[in-house]
């Protein structure tokens, strides 16, 4: 169900900037691209999402492929804080499959 | 706005017992999704609803599982005749109708069958 590719983790060094990719080579015209993250022992987070343009919030910013087969989570400068699953999520009709995600380690 | 809540947080129960989560979704949500979460694995979608209605349940894993939402509020997980393989971290999540909206999820109900 998942439609997403990711990698299975990334390492970051604090205080860097972290771009994390995803594949969806499969999206349709109207799906919305959706990152969530997901500390031990929570639930996923909201991060971002997006149609087509790229979005920036508090968090994070979104970059969306010109034909939207791919997109990438920027996290400005990574902080501990910021270790966790990252899920790269496409909207399949009302619900999200998850795939795997990519977990992020953050190096102080 | 106090967010997502899920009782109980963590559940122990021995293996045939019946065992049944709550979950309270942001108040102006309409739509409300359980999912299922297992070590190492990312949440897996189970079944949601529009406010009472029932959309989608054939992801419930088994006859075992049922839920409801009787007013369009809050929302129950039953788990039937529990088994070891039940042990996971069931998660809620609410949202406002539309496809451009987030998810709010809740901290999960642990559940371990022992």
């Known amino acids: 169900d998942a439609k997403t590719t990711q990698p299975n983790s990334m390492e970051s060094n604090e205080e860097e900037p972290v771009h994390l990719p995803c594949n969806h080579s499969?999206?349709?015209?109207?799906?919305?691209i959706h990152w969530y993250r997901q500390l031990p022992s929570q639930g996923p987070e909201y991060v971002i999402h997006g149609l087509t343009s790229n979005v920036n919030n508090r968090m994070a910013s979104l970059a969306i492929a010109e034909d939207r087969k791919s997109s990438t989570l920027i996290l400005h400068r990574a902080t501990l804080r910021d270790a966790a699953v990252y899920y790269c999520i496409l909207r399949d009709g009302n619900q999200f499959y998850f795939g795997t995600g990519t977990s992020l380690t953050v190096i102080p | 706005d106090t967010g997502v809540s899920q009782n109980p947080r963590h559940k122990i129960t021995k293996r045939g017992q019946n065992v049944t989560f709550r979950c309270d979704p942001i108040s102006e949500h309409n739509r409300l999704y359980w999912y299922r979460q297992t070590l190492g694995q990312g949440p897996e979608f189970l079944t949601y609803?529009?406010?009472?209605?029932?959309?989608?349940k054939s992801r419930l894993l088994s006859d075992r599982f049922s839920a409801e939402r009787p007013k369009g509020s809050f929302s129950t997980l039953e788990i039937q005749r529990t088994e070891q393989g039940d042990s996971a971290m069931y998660l809620c999540?609410?949202?406002?109708?539309?496809?451009?909206?987030?998810?709010?999820f809740g901290s999960g109900t642990r559940l371990t069958v022992v």
């Open positions: 609803f529009q406010n009472e209605a029932q959309l989608e």
């Open positions: 999540a609410s949202s406002p109708g539309g496809s451009a909206y987030g998810y709010t």
């Open positions: 499969t999206i349709s015209g109207t799906d919305y």
